[in-house]
């Protein structure tokens, strides 16, 4: 009977190949659920104040397919007199189709705004006779691309604007820049131009420019926030329809002023 005699570099190499090869079989799949979680001093949505310069608490999670389809939701605390009037909670769900294409990028999608408990009686257009009823909400579809760190998206309202009668067909185009510094560092910048359909006195333009710090998977952030909207108060539906006021109506502030928001997140 003859024996074979195996080199022992081979029998090194292949000792080390099944060890790798057990230790990949052993590694966690990443999960395609993921959740996140945010503190910030004051929430903004495309540059308006939404919480009358309160802290907000904000929260969701994503689903994502290896396909590239996704599904999300994500929430936070409101003030009602941002216009959710009964509401202090919102609600969005959206999902859509994301695919790479080296450098380049495309996502494809829908998203849904919800405000729980919000009476849409309140919102009135100075251009239309036209009201409305039930609970505020949103709906637009969204087409946007992305090159390295640059995206730009477009907004497009399939309803009535957050309810503002005769306002469906609104745009927003929102063009954004992340930049990865290194050392958990990062910047960030955004302009965003909103079109209201049939209510001119509502079009502003919003940009902001933030820097983050990663520390251990806690992201800090500072934001400078801004927009031209027209604010001044106190509020007239054809002068200064951002006029927005406190949860008890008694007192009124800018909702597009310019401020700093700070933000500590995490993603889990």
Same mark, same amino acid.
């Given at each position: 009977?003859?024996?074979?005699?195996?080199?022992?570099?081979?029998?090194?190499?292949?000792?080390?190949?099944?060890?790798?090869?057990?230790?990949?079989?052993?590694?966690?799949?990443?999960?395609?659920?993921?959740?996140?979680?945010?503190?910030?001093?004051?929430?903004?949505?495309?540059?308006?104040?939404?919480?009358?310069?309160?802290?907000?608490?904000?929260?969701?999670?994503?689903?994502?397919?290896?396909?590239?389809?996704?599904?999300?939701?994500?929430?936070?605390?409101?003030?009602?007199?941002?216009?959710?009037?009964?509401?202090?909670?919102?609600?969005?769900?959206?999902?859509?189709?994301?695919?790479?294409?080296?450098?380049?990028?495309?996502?494809?999608?829908?998203?849904?705004?919800?405000?729980?408990?919000?009476?849409?009686?309140?919102?009135?257009?100075?251009? $239309?006779?036209?009201?409305? #009823?039930? @609970?505020?909400?949103?709906?637009?579809?969204?087409? %946007?691309? +992305?090159?390295?760190? =640059? !995206?730009?998206?477009?907004?497009?309202?399939?309803?009535?604007?957050?309810?503002?009668?005769?306002?469906?067909?609104?745009?927003?185009?929102?063009?954004?820049?992340?930049?990865?510094?290194?050392?958990?560092?990062?910047?960030?910048?955004?302009?965003?131009?909103?079109?209201?359909?049939?209510?001119?006195?509502?079009?502003?333009?919003?940009?902001?420019?933030?820097?983050?710090?990663?520390?251990?998977?806690?992201?800090?952030?500072?934001?400078?926030?801004?927009?031209?909207?027209?604010?001044?108060?106190?509020?007239?539906?054809?002068? $200064?329809?951002?006029?927005? #006021?406190? @949860?008890?109506?008694?007192?009124?502030?800018?909702? %597009?002023? +310019?401020?700093?928001? =700070? !933000?500590?997140?995490?993603?889990?």
């Amino acid at each position: 009977m003859r024996k074979y005699i195996v080199p022992l570099a081979l029998a090194a190499s292949a000792l080390a190949s099944g060890i790798a090869s057990a230790q990949q079989a052993a590694a966690p799949v990443p999960s395609p659920v993921a959740g996140n979680m945010t503190l910030v001093s004051e929430y903004r949505f495309r540059g308006i104040d939404q919480t009358f310069g309160k802290p907000a608490i904000q929260g969701g999670f994503d689903y994502s397919h290896a396909s590239g389809i996704y599904l999300g939701n994500w929430n936070s605390n409101v003030n009602q007199g941002a216009g959710y009037v009964g509401g202090n909670l919102e609600m969005d769900f959206y999902g859509g189709y994301k695919k790479a294409f080296g450098d380049f990028g495309l996502d494809v999608g829908a998203i849904y705004y919800y405000y729980p408990g919000s009476d849409a009686a309140f919102l009135a257009n100075p251009h $239309s006779t036209s009201t409305t #009823s039930g @609970t505020v909400y949103n709906f637009e579809g969204y087409i %946007g691309g +992305t090159w390295k760190w =640059l !995206s730009l998206k477009w907004f497009h309202a399939f309803s009535d604007y957050f309810q503002v009668p005769d306002t469906k067909g609104t745009n927003y185009l929102d063009l954004s820049a992340t930049y990865d510094l290194g050392a958990g560092w990062g910047v960030n910048g955004h302009v965003g131009r909103l079109k209201v359909h049939n209510y001119s006195e509502s079009d502003y333009t919003d940009y902001k420019l933030g820097v983050t710090k990663d520390l251990t998977g806690w992201v800090f952030g500072a934001t400078l926030v801004g927009t031209n909207a027209k604010g001044s108060c106190p509020f007239t539906p054809t002068g $200064s329809p951002y006029c927005f #006021s406190n @949860t008890s109506f008694t007192k009124d502030k800018d909702a %597009g002023r +310019t401020t700093v928001v =700070l !933000s500590v997140g995490k993603t889990f």
